[in-house]
Protein backbone atom coordinates (compact mmCIF):
# COMPACT_ATOMS: atom_id res chain seq x y z
CA UNK A 1 0.00 0.00 0.00
CA UNK A 2 1.46 3.11 -0.77
CA UNK A 3 1.69 6.16 1.39
CA UNK A 4 0.34 10.04 0.49
CA UNK A 5 2.73 12.28 1.44
CA UNK A 6 1.33 15.31 3.13
CA UNK A 7 0.80 18.37 1.17
CA UNK A 8 1.14 21.01 3.85
CA UNK A 9 4.85 22.16 2.41
CA UNK A 10 3.02 22.74 -1.25
CA UNK A 11 0.61 24.66 0.27
CA UNK A 12 2.34 26.85 2.47
CA UNK A 13 4.90 27.71 -0.42
CA UNK A 14 2.04 28.35 -2.46
CA UNK A 15 0.21 30.35 -0.34
CA UNK A 16 3.68 32.16 0.66
CA UNK A 17 4.39 32.86 -3.18
CA UNK A 18 0.91 34.66 -3.74
CA UNK A 19 1.06 36.68 -0.23
CA UNK A 20 4.59 37.67 -2.26
CA UNK A 21 3.12 38.36 -5.30
CA UNK A 22 0.46 40.81 -3.81
CA UNK A 23 2.93 42.34 -1.79
CA UNK A 24 5.16 43.60 -4.92
CA UNK A 25 2.14 44.25 -6.74
CA UNK A 26 1.03 46.51 -3.91
CA UNK A 27 4.23 47.79 -4.20
CA UNK A 28 4.65 48.70 -7.83
CA UNK A 29 0.86 49.88 -7.62
CA UNK A 30 1.90 52.30 -4.89
CA UNK A 31 5.49 53.46 -6.70
CA UNK A 32 3.98 53.74 -10.45
CA UNK A 33 2.22 57.19 -9.91
CA UNK A 34 4.58 59.29 -8.45
CA UNK A 35 7.59 57.52 -10.37
CA UNK A 36 5.58 58.30 -14.09
CA UNK A 37 4.46 62.20 -12.61
CA UNK A 38 8.19 63.01 -12.18
CA UNK A 39 9.40 61.33 -14.82
CA UNK A 40 7.54 63.75 -16.85
CA UNK A 41 8.20 66.45 -15.00
CA UNK A 42 11.95 66.05 -14.87
CA UNK A 43 12.40 65.62 -18.37
CA UNK A 44 10.16 68.45 -19.22
CA UNK A 45 12.39 71.07 -17.16
CA UNK A 46 14.91 69.07 -19.16
CA UNK A 47 13.70 69.73 -22.32
CA UNK A 48 12.43 73.80 -21.65
CA UNK A 49 16.15 74.20 -19.92
CA UNK A 50 17.38 73.16 -23.04
CA UNK A 51 15.86 75.19 -25.36
CA UNK A 52 16.61 78.27 -23.41
CA UNK A 53 19.90 77.38 -23.67
CA UNK A 54 19.75 76.90 -27.50
CA UNK A 55 21.57 73.45 -26.54
CA UNK A 56 18.43 71.13 -26.95
CA UNK A 57 19.38 67.94 -29.11
CA UNK A 58 22.79 66.79 -27.50
CA UNK A 59 21.45 66.04 -23.79
CA UNK A 60 20.51 62.36 -24.49
CA UNK A 61 22.48 61.61 -21.01
CA UNK A 62 20.52 64.17 -19.43
CA UNK A 63 17.28 62.81 -20.09
CA UNK A 64 18.84 59.06 -18.77
CA UNK A 65 19.61 61.25 -15.34
CA UNK A 66 16.28 62.78 -15.39
CA UNK A 67 14.78 59.71 -15.48
CA UNK A 68 17.02 57.83 -12.88
CA UNK A 69 16.30 60.49 -10.61
CA UNK A 70 12.08 59.67 -11.02
CA UNK A 71 12.29 56.22 -9.99
CA UNK A 72 14.76 57.63 -6.93
CA UNK A 73 11.58 59.73 -6.17
CA UNK A 74 9.34 56.82 -6.66
CA UNK A 75 11.51 54.55 -4.13
CA UNK A 76 11.48 57.72 -1.58
CA UNK A 77 8.00 58.01 -1.38
CA UNK A 78 7.42 53.78 -1.35
CA UNK A 79 9.70 53.87 2.01
CA UNK A 80 8.29 57.82 3.39
CA UNK A 81 4.64 56.06 2.98
CA UNK A 82 5.35 53.11 5.29
CA UNK A 83 6.21 55.15 8.18
CA UNK A 84 3.11 56.48 10.01
CA UNK A 85 3.89 59.51 10.89
CA UNK A 86 3.12 60.69 7.39
CA UNK A 87 -0.72 60.08 7.98
CA UNK A 88 -0.16 62.59 11.36
CA UNK A 89 -2.34 65.63 9.67
CA UNK A 90 -5.03 63.32 8.05
CA UNK A 91 -7.88 64.60 9.71
CA UNK A 92 -6.66 68.16 9.40
CA UNK A 93 -7.73 71.09 7.12
CA UNK A 94 -6.25 69.98 3.57
CA UNK A 95 -3.94 72.36 3.34
CA UNK A 96 -2.08 71.04 6.61
CA UNK A 97 -1.49 67.26 5.04
CA UNK A 98 -0.39 68.50 1.62
CA UNK A 99 2.30 70.88 2.97
CA UNK A 100 3.19 68.64 5.42
CA UNK A 101 3.18 65.77 3.15
CA UNK A 102 5.55 67.58 0.36
CA UNK A 103 7.82 68.67 3.25
CA UNK A 104 8.09 65.30 3.94
CA UNK A 105 8.92 63.67 1.00
CA UNK A 106 11.09 66.66 -0.03
CA UNK A 107 13.04 65.85 2.83
CA UNK A 108 13.12 61.82 2.17
CA UNK A 109 14.34 62.71 -1.62
CA UNK A 110 17.02 64.54 -0.53
CA UNK A 111 18.24 62.26 1.82
CA UNK A 112 18.22 59.71 -0.73
CA UNK A 113 19.45 61.42 -3.20
CA UNK A 114 22.73 62.43 -0.61
CA UNK A 115 22.64 58.45 -0.10
CA UNK A 116 22.83 57.81 -3.66
CA UNK A 117 26.33 59.72 -3.67
CA UNK A 118 27.61 58.74 -0.87
CA UNK A 119 27.33 54.73 -2.35
CA UNK A 120 28.73 55.89 -5.45
CA UNK A 121 31.52 57.65 -4.05
CA UNK A 122 32.11 54.82 -1.65
CA UNK A 123 31.50 51.70 -3.66
CA UNK A 124 32.06 52.56 -7.48
CA UNK A 125 34.94 54.85 -7.23
CA UNK A 126 36.26 53.23 -4.25
CA UNK A 127 37.44 56.91 -2.31
CA UNK A 128 37.96 56.45 1.52
CA UNK A 129 34.94 57.31 3.18
CA UNK A 130 36.28 59.51 5.77
CA UNK A 131 37.22 62.32 2.92
CA UNK A 132 33.58 62.26 1.33
CA UNK A 133 32.74 65.06 2.90
CA UNK A 134 35.84 67.70 2.13
CA UNK A 135 35.06 65.99 -1.74
CA UNK A 136 31.45 67.07 -1.43
CA UNK A 137 32.03 70.48 -0.27
CA UNK A 138 35.11 71.01 -3.03
CA UNK A 139 33.70 69.71 -5.89
CA UNK A 140 30.05 69.04 -5.66
CA UNK A 141 27.72 71.66 -8.02
CA UNK A 142 25.33 72.56 -5.53
CA UNK A 143 24.26 74.73 -7.40
CA UNK A 144 22.79 72.67 -9.48
CA UNK A 145 22.06 69.87 -6.83
CA UNK A 146 19.65 73.04 -4.81
CA UNK A 147 17.74 73.89 -8.34
CA UNK A 148 17.09 70.45 -8.78
CA UNK A 149 15.40 70.40 -5.08
CA UNK A 150 13.51 72.99 -5.82
CA UNK A 151 11.89 72.08 -8.33
CA UNK A 152 11.47 68.89 -6.53
CA UNK A 153 9.63 70.64 -3.72
CA UNK A 154 7.27 72.03 -6.54
CA UNK A 155 6.45 69.34 -8.48
CA UNK A 156 5.71 67.27 -4.70
CA UNK A 157 3.57 70.39 -4.42
CA UNK A 158 1.29 69.76 -7.01
CA UNK A 159 1.48 65.84 -6.91
CA UNK A 160 0.24 66.23 -3.33
CA UNK A 161 -2.55 68.68 -3.94
CA UNK A 162 -3.79 66.24 -6.69
CA UNK A 163 -3.24 63.02 -4.67
CA UNK A 164 -5.12 64.69 -1.60
CA UNK A 165 -8.01 65.81 -4.06
CA UNK A 166 -8.26 62.05 -5.22
CA UNK A 167 -8.50 60.82 -1.51
CA UNK A 168 -11.53 63.30 -0.64
CA UNK A 169 -13.39 62.80 -3.93
CA UNK A 170 -13.01 58.67 -3.88
CA UNK A 171 -9.92 56.72 -5.32
CA UNK A 172 -10.55 57.27 -9.26
CA UNK A 173 -13.23 60.31 -9.04
CA UNK A 174 -11.04 63.00 -9.92
CA UNK A 175 -10.02 61.37 -13.24
CA UNK A 176 -13.66 60.85 -13.59
CA UNK A 177 -13.94 64.55 -12.69
CA UNK A 178 -11.51 66.18 -15.35
CA UNK A 179 -12.08 63.50 -18.41
CA UNK A 180 -15.08 61.31 -17.73
CA UNK A 181 -18.76 62.52 -19.09
CA UNK A 182 -22.20 62.50 -17.20
CA UNK A 183 -24.80 61.00 -17.98
CA UNK A 184 -27.64 63.51 -19.55
CA UNK A 185 -30.44 62.00 -17.69
CA UNK A 186 -28.58 63.45 -14.67
CA UNK A 187 -30.04 67.15 -13.45
CA UNK A 188 -27.56 68.55 -12.26
CA UNK A 189 -23.79 69.63 -14.00
CA UNK A 190 -20.66 68.68 -12.45
CA UNK A 191 -20.43 71.92 -10.08
CA UNK A 192 -24.08 72.06 -8.64
CA UNK A 193 -23.40 68.22 -8.14
CA UNK A 194 -20.51 68.99 -5.84
CA UNK A 195 -22.16 71.93 -4.20
CA UNK A 196 -24.90 69.68 -3.18
CA UNK A 197 -22.62 67.15 -1.76
CA UNK A 198 -20.76 69.69 0.39
CA UNK A 199 -24.04 71.11 2.09
CA UNK A 200 -24.91 67.23 2.24
CA UNK A 201 -21.95 66.83 4.30
CA UNK A 202 -21.79 70.07 6.83
CA UNK A 203 -25.82 68.73 7.25
CA UNK A 204 -24.44 65.78 8.46
CA UNK A 205 -21.64 67.36 10.31
CA UNK A 206 -24.62 69.41 12.30
CA UNK A 207 -27.42 67.06 12.75
CA UNK A 208 -27.51 63.33 14.58
CA UNK A 209 -28.54 60.45 13.17
CA UNK A 210 -31.81 59.98 14.98
CA UNK A 211 -32.99 62.94 13.80
CA UNK A 212 -32.70 62.16 10.25
CA UNK A 213 -34.64 59.37 11.00
CA UNK A 214 -37.04 61.64 12.01
CA UNK A 215 -39.43 62.41 9.68
CA UNK A 216 -41.14 65.56 11.23
CA UNK A 217 -37.25 67.13 11.77
CA UNK A 218 -36.11 70.30 9.58
CA UNK A 219 -32.88 67.91 9.31
CA UNK A 220 -34.82 65.04 7.39
CA UNK A 221 -36.45 67.25 4.85
CA UNK A 222 -33.05 68.89 4.13
CA UNK A 223 -31.84 65.46 3.44
CA UNK A 224 -34.60 64.36 1.63
CA UNK A 225 -34.59 67.70 -0.43
CA UNK A 226 -30.55 67.49 -1.34
CA UNK A 227 -31.49 63.37 -2.43
CA UNK A 228 -33.62 64.46 -4.92
CA UNK A 229 -31.97 66.89 -6.37
CA UNK A 230 -29.06 64.70 -6.66
CA UNK A 231 -31.15 61.57 -7.63
CA UNK A 232 -31.66 60.65 -11.62
CA UNK A 233 -34.87 62.48 -12.88
CA UNK A 234 -37.75 59.95 -12.99
CA UNK A 235 -38.36 57.87 -16.39
CA UNK A 236 -41.71 58.77 -18.23
CA UNK A 237 -43.90 55.93 -18.59
CA UNK A 238 -43.54 54.04 -21.89
CA UNK A 239 -47.07 53.93 -23.51
CA UNK A 240 -48.61 50.40 -23.44
Known amino acids: MELELPSEPTTTSAGFVRRTGAFLLREFREILPPTIFFFIGFNLILLTTNLILADYGAQFS ?7 AAFVVGKAVLVANAMRSIRR ?7 RPILFKTVFYWVAVFI ?8 RFWL ?12 MIAT ?3 RRFVAIQLWIFVLFLIYET ?3 LNHLFGEGELWRLLVGSRPSELPLNRRQRIFELVQLS ?7 VDEFRDPTSSAHANLI ?8 KPQPPRPA
Open 225 to 232: DIVRRLAV
Open 202 to 208: KLADAHS
Open 89 to 95: YDRAPLI
Open 62 to 68: SFILATA
Open 124 to 135: VEHHPLGTFVPH
Open 162 to 164: ATE
Open 140 to 142: FDW
Open 112 to 119: ARLLEHWI
